[in-house]
């Protein structure tokens, strides 16, 4: 009633409409300004309940502010004016002249348009009124007295010292708010009421079933609820909204209050089944399988097909039964992908394709598609052939006998699957496959799917412009969101609910510039819109086009740019962090502490980390939890603290699941960690065991990037076991890999290790190690980091000093310069093993040149650093930062 009292002011009946603006708007810009509030306000799902009176007053006064609270005032004495049934009844009389049109009335814009958003309010207030028995309305009498006391000790509009010197405006209803408290005694007392916060008149109604076709003809409850809910509509987006904050920080919302919310709204609304949906979420964040699971299949049971996932009919009754069964298969498997059983997941997506294609629902069926594509890639199988397992096969070969390996399958699976998306325009789909694609072409060599025909010319290698053409297209979900019919109802009320909550911001910003003259003020109007803008765009689309950007920075860690890297991970942190997820939003924030820590060392990389465990709290599964890790094995190891770094890595092995095929990367990356603490600790033998165990795993599980790097460690293990012959093997092995998936920095970092292999081999080698050296310095000091351009200049180094040609007397800055160079950046790494090469070959050079005072300071120098880490000391402080 409130909300109606408010349109009939900002919509007065066509008779009265003598000026434009309506009395008592000053301007066109004020009178919208009302109207943009009450359209927040029935789009709003910032909670399931209305708002109390209290909190209404105080969003009206940040919209009133230019006639000294009138609206406000106005509104308070209207409701206490309602003291009988005929008071109620003359005042929804009246709201039907906002809707009328004038006798002889031939302009439509005179009267407020009856399906426009404010005009169907309107008609399910009056509808529900008309539907009341008389011992309705006297229960929504008490309930208004009820209503209007809970402002009443709080808010006091008479003290307003902010507007002065403004024109005062009278008016004839005004009345003191005192004077009224004994008419709302006499009608408390008559009534025994119980009355909640959030209360209003709207509790006290019901609307038929059909209205109009109107989705919201339930916008008020029974007359039996306690409490007064907001519209179906709100519910719902009140309920999506909640999705949306479980998804972005699911830290932030403890288990048990949410679930005791949801349970209260459910005890409220017990039609809306979706609560069952966001228990289930709300257990999947908390990693409870078994509560997720019950309450998933709760929500499929009790909605009994009435809310399909991607109804596309205009008759959506039955096509939301049609579409349960497979939507409910989609969202089982999701389930057993997220808890890590695969072959669960595999299970549940193949009946639902079965289930999909009888039924003819592509819409499901392309992204079920997506869904096993987004699982082939992310979950670790190892058999080759027969993925599905069912004899409803999703592609195992190409109708020739021939087999499919798993990443053609993969391959097979996401053109399916942007193909249907693209007919059926569902442009996030199609965002989302584009992404897949790009991560597809950048692990995998795309090989022909038949063993026979002419594949002479075939390049067995990556395509990084395919890469970029797919990134490209899935970014175009900015543009072509409304196409897509799972986003045209993009207005889900958080652009109301962003728009009501900067009204306190935009209120503060009135006051101040209130004392300005009014000549000077062109268009508040403006003003106010600025500081309520929240993005239209849906926060689906923000995230797809973010994972976009995203992927373009690991797309450029695998190629080698570092300032590429950087400045796609700042445009995502920057331009899209409001929409993130918290998962994504820390990868980007790891993104930028490793490039740090590479290029500015541990100290600012760690200042940078504390900031990022402060913003995002740490678990033991969490991007920042391991980056840590990481930081910390990486400092351990350079500073000789094999215990410490042992340890860590041992830790890394715990934190990987037991389930095989699950945690592939993190079980990679242990063996990784504890292979290099092998080394360090010269145990080479085990070091190399370990990394060809690892080498085995990163071929069964087709992980090609990562065997590049497995490879680069197998030749630096034999390197440093002297039996550089056969480390040239593998370091060859690895520069194939890395030019088949266009790896430059590691293939840089490969030849260089080439080139110490060669000059292992003896000084007659030196030219040609020192070729390969100037091959890889151009990409090394481009983009490589402090450590691998600090072992470029020792290499560089070294390859003079070996050269029987060269003469130090002759150029001795040919090896110093480099020299001095890597002493620096190691200084920052604290890497006390290169440190120490560097200054005994620079104590060696000196030598040649008979400088013995720099000669003895660089032996010193030499000493420290092997002391270091002979005997390492404080080994503790390796574990603080």
Known sequence: MAVCHLVQVFAPPAQQQHQAPPFPFDSVAHHNRLGLFLFALTRSCEDFLEPPLEELLRQLKAVDDLVNGWLCEQLTTTLAGLNSPDDLFNFFDKLRGVLTSPDGGSVEDEFLDPNSQLGVFLRCCILAFNSMTFEGVCH???????????????????????????????????????????????????????????????????????????????????????????????LEAFLNQQADVLEKDPSSVPLNSFNNTMAQLQTLAPELHRVQFLQYLNALCHDDYVASLDHLHRYFDYSAGMQGLFSRSSSPHQDNIVGKY????????????????????????????????????????????????????????????????????????????????IQQQLLVLLKRSLKRADMLKLTSLLSFDHISLAKFDLKHVQRPLVSFGPNG??????????????????????????????????????????????????????????????????????????????????????????SAYLMRATAWEHYGSAPMVRMNTLVYATCFADAASSSELSL??????????????????????????????????????????????????????????????????????????????????????????????????????????????????????????????LAEIHRKSDNAVLGLTYALASQS????????????????????????LGSNHAKRALSLVYQSLPMILGHGGLELRARSQIVLAKCHLTDPEFSVSEDPCAVLDPLNQAAEDLQVLEYHEMAAEVYYLKAMTYNHLGKEYEREEAAARFKEHVTALENPRDEEDSLVY
């Open 737 to 760: 890999f890395c030019k088949s998936f266009n790896l430059d920095l590691l293939e840089a970092s490969a030849t260089l290790t080439l080139a110490e292999l060669w000059l292992a």
């Open 326 to 405: 497979e939507s409910a298969l989609l969202c089982l498997g999701n389930l057993h992908c997220y808890f890590g059983h695969p072959k669960k997941a595999l299970e549940a997506f193949t009946e639902a394709v079965r289930v999909s294609q009888m039924n003819n629902d592509d819409s499901c069926l392309a992204y079920i598609l997506g869904a096993i594509s987004n699982l082939l890639s992310k979950i670790g199988i190892s058999s080759t052939v027969g993925l599905i397992g069912s004899r409803y096969s999703l592609g195992n070969n190409i109708g020739l006998g021939t087999p499919l390996s």
């Open 457 to 546: 010319s075939t390049k067995l290698r990556t395509c990084p412009a395919d890469v970029c053409k797919n990134l490209r297209l899935s970014s175009h979900v900015l543009s072509d969101f409304g196409a897509d019919g799972l986003s045209i109802s993009s207005d889900n009320g958080s652009f109301s609910t962003s728009w009501l909550k900067n009204l306190s911001d935009a209120s503060s910003s009135w006051c101040s510039s209130s004392t300005k003259p009014r000549k000077f003020i062109t268009n508040d109007f403006d003003n106010f819109h600025f500081h309520a803008q929240p993005s239209p765009i849906p926060t689906s689309v923000l995230q797809l086009a973010g």
């Open 588 to 713: 980007a924030y790891v993104k930028l502490i490793e490039q740090l820590a590479v290029f500015k060392g541990y100290s600012a990389a760690f200042c940078a980390l504390k900031l990022a465990e402060e913003k995002f709290p740490s678990s033991t599964n969490s991007q920042i939890h391991l980056l840590k890790m990481q930081l910390l094995h990486e400092r351990a190891l350079h500073r000789g603290h094999l215990r410490i770094a042992q340890q860590i890595g041992d830790e890394f092995g715990v934190l990987s699941s037991s389930v095989s095929g699950v945690d592939i990367e993190l079980k990679t990356e242990a063996s990784l960690r504890r292979a290099r603490t092998l080394l360090a600790a010269k145990q080479f033998s085990q070091a190399a065991a370990v990394a060809n165990s690892l080498f085995t795993t990163c071929y069964k599980y087709n992980m090609q990037v990562e065997n590049a790097s497995v490879l680069l460690l």
């Open 140 to 234: 929504l009498l008490a309930n208004l007295v009820a209503y209007c006391n809970s402002a009443e000790a709080s808010y006091d509009l008479a003290e307003d010292e902010d507007f002065n010197g403004e024109i005062e405006m009278g008016d004839p209803m005004d009345a003191d708010i005192g004077v009224r408290s004994g008419v709302f005694d006499r009608y408390t007392q008559g009534y025994a009421t119980e009355s909640h916060m959030g209360e209003s008149s709207s509790s006290l109604v019901h609307a038929p079933i059909s209205l109009h076709n109107f989705d919201e003809a339930d916008i008020f409850k029974a007359e039996d609820n306690p409490t007064c809910l907001r519209s179906r509509w709100q």
